[in-house]
């Protein structure tokens, strides 16, 4: 190296520049940065016509008053600006459905999550067969359809041939005999939440099993190793691990959970009291579809669009930082 540094060059060499590019490869460039903001033209087109146009109708709706006349044609919608959010926030019975909301979702997002993850480290545990045994449970319980799992949930909690009125009895507590769970908001609310829980824990389950099966084992035997417990490798190691998913599949639970819908809605038409067991999800479609107010419901649902922001912008913060 040295000597080629010290001697002259040879006389006729040159160093060769290099190539100049072409604009068949500018363009092979320019076309490949532009690939994906192609690929992406079609889905951004959908989420903006399928999402975007409901939204920023239903955000004008909620400035108007839309009634049955307007749905119908009869009569154009009337400018009210702000009355209907006054009427809102005014309204005790509103606050009291939004309270109920928070609560219901908090106790089921929480319950759900603590039993999925439950499930899904007890699926790492057990043998090969009884996994397959329990994860097959459970995919029967997420596919089986609404409909069809609230008529056995009815059935089960029925006031005269409900299994559960018969189990408590033969245990002894005769007054269970002919108990109804849907009149008392109390136990409508615990029946829900049992119905609630019960279809969404597999998604939990399943999802956290997939993370945890993505934890180092040898990490976690080297742990073991240096005298660490099993909680303590739980604690330390695995749940660090998995904490993304936790993250995401908390923020799920949290928005599914506050706009629950057809389970209250059922359980109500099979004996719960309307008024007593409102949750947003249900007291939106009867201004909407039951009173006809499509001004007040939009309003509402935009009431509820925001709260649920509110209640998950703490999980996209932590979601953010585990990204980093």
């Known amino acids: 190296m040295s000597d080629l540094l010290t001697k002259p060059p040879v006389r006729g060499w040159r160093l060769t520049p290099p190539p100049r590019p072409t604009a068949t490869s500018r363009g092979a460039r320019r076309g490949k940065a532009l690939a994906p903001y192609v690929l992406l033209t079609p889905v951004v087109v959908v989420f903006v016509l399928a999402l975007g146009y409901p939204l920023v109708r239903q955000l004008v709706m909620s400035f108007q008053e839309f009634g049955l006349a307007q749905q119908i044609g009869t009569k154009p919608p009337e400018w009210v600006g702000l009355d209907n959010y006054r009427e809102l926030l005014g309204d005790e019975g509103v606050w009291g459905v939004v309270l109920r909301s928070i609560a219901f979702c908090l106790v089921n997002a929480g319950l759900t999550m603590v039993v999925g993850m439950s499930v899904a480290v007890l699926m790492t545990k057990v043998a090969g067969w009884l996994r397959i045994a329990l994860q097959s449970i459970l ?30 009895v033969q245990l002894g507590f005769d007054q269970f005999a002919g108990h109804s769970w849907l009149l008392e908001p109390l136990s409508f609310y615990g029946v829900a939440t049992v119905i609630v829980t019960w279809m969404s824990v597999p998604f939990v389950a399943f999802s956290v099993f997939a993370a945890l099966t993505q934890v180092s084992e040898e990490v976690l035997e080297a742990a073991q190793l240096d005298g660490a417990g099993g909680w303590q490798r739980f604690r330390f190691i695995t749940l660090p691990t998995i904490m993304p998913v936790v993250y995401v599949v908390g923020l799920l639970q949290v928005v599914w959970d506050l706009r629950v819908f057809a389970q209250i809605y059922y359980l109500q038409g099979a004996g719960g009291l309307r008024s007593e067991t409102d949750l947003l999800g249900t007291f939106i479609y009867r201004l909407g579809i039951g009173n006809s107010d499509y001004g007040m419901a939009s309003a509402v649902a935009i009431f509820m669009l925001l709260l649920t922001l509110a209640l998950t912008v703490g999980y996209v913060r932590k979601l953010a930082k585990e990204v980093d």
């Open 139 to 168: 995919l029967l319980a997420w596919a089986m359809p609404v409909i069809a799992a609230m008529t056995v949930w009815q059935w089960l909690f029925d006031t005269q041939y409900g299994v559960v009125n018969w189990l408590f």
